[in-house]
């Protein structure tokens, strides 16, 4: 006879579950708070209801960051057909990735962009030094772009994905034991 241990802290919570109803609850103009508070007790698992809800955009941070996110969008589409039209076209669709994440507005990637925005600045640098062709413009335009689009990225990422507050508190439970609990507080 042979039995089977399932570890019920280990199991993997739906984060894509998660982020519906935390996007429901979003557009419905509760507070990232008063949604953790919620999510938690449905999910079980306060750590990773805290680091979905922590990158889902409220409405007002949609509408606040909506001149930057702009600003970053008109970065990457000369980027694209600059790609598209010089490299080659698998490139072109890291592109089109990161247009979508900005358009469709998933903070959770924007650091992502600024990783490769960094990556494309110093690959722009690096062929502004070695390169004999004649199209420097195109370089110097690169150069220019993947500048501010690793700006842009970066501060929304800061602006859309703010750092979750953790502190520990003791407890006692119903066995009269003293335990430690993390509380997530949300910086609106």
């Not at 592109?95 to 992502?112: D, E, G, S």
Request: aromatic content about 14%.
């Amino acid at each position: 006879m042979s039995t089977c241990n399932v570890d019920t802290s280990a199991q993997k919570i739906d984060k894509r579950a998660v982020r519906r109803k935390a996007e429901v609850f979003l557009k419905q103009g509760l507070s990232k708070q008063e949604i953790f508070e919620q999510l938690k007790q449905e999910f079980q698992h306060a750590k990773v209801v805290a680091k979905v809800l922590k990158c889902a955009p409220t409405p007002n941070q949609k509408k606040k960051y909506r001149g930057l996110n702009v600003l970053l969008f008109f970065s990457l589409l000369p980027m694209l057909i600059l790609v598209a039209y010089n490299v080659e076209l698998n490139a072109s669709f890291i592109y089109v990735f990161m247009l979508y994440v900005v358009v469709k507005v998933i903070p959770r990637f924007y650091i992502a962009i600024t990783t490769f925005s960094f990556l494309s600045l110093v690959i722009s640098s690096i062929m502004f030094f070695f390169e004999t062709n004649p199209n420097l413009w195109a370089i110097w335009l690169m150069l220019g772009l993947n500048t501010v689009s690793l700006v842009l990225s970066y501060i929304l990422n800061q602006k859309f994905c703010p750092n979750v507050e953790e502190r520990k508190e003791k407890y006692i439970d119903k066995q009269g034991l003293t335990r430690m609990r993390i509380i997530y507080t949300f910086t609106e």
